[in-house]
């Protein structure tokens, strides 16, 4: 009895392995393998940014990764893609080496930013106070 269940454990291994070949095989020679969309309709190359345009300001903008152009100056890197939903051309630009921070625009966010720049400042003040633990 054994013996049956190892061959029984064997034939299954080999009959989900040919399974998993044929999977991957059939995806690999599906037409659409090398299309950009995934099979929802979904675009696989857009990037999501928060519109920084004055008259558009806050708007969520789709942009096409699939193609563009890109170049540099000394200051900054500029990326140059279209707007999914118009077709415009979008310049993303980013600072050319060294560190960076964006800047938040959230007024909670930067008033909490203080109180933990505040209560980092007065712990940095307070002398260190040693703690016991009564067990």
């Not at 059939?26 to 675009?43: F, L, Y």
């Amino acid at each position: 009895m054994n013996l049956n269940i190892y061959t029984l454990l064997k034939k299954v291994t080999i009959g989900l392995t040919l399974v998993y070949i044929g999977l991957v095989f059939s995806q690999a020679t599906s037409p659409d393998a090398g299309s950009s969309d995934c099979e929802c309709g979904e675009p696989v190359n857009v990037w999501y940014k928060v519109s920084s345009n004055e008259e558009e300001y806050g708007k969520i903008v789709q942009l096409d990764m699939s193609e563009g152009k890109s170049f540099s100056d000394d200051m900054y890197i500029y990326i140059i893609v279209k707007d999914v939903a118009n077709g415009d051309n979008i310049v993303v630009a980013f600072p050319n080496g060294g560190d960076w921070v964006a800047e938040t625009v959230d007024p909670f966010l930067n008033e909490l930013e203080k109180e933990f720049k505040n209560l980092e400042d007065y712990l940095k003040s307070q002398p260190s106070k040693e703690i016991e633990k009564n067990y």
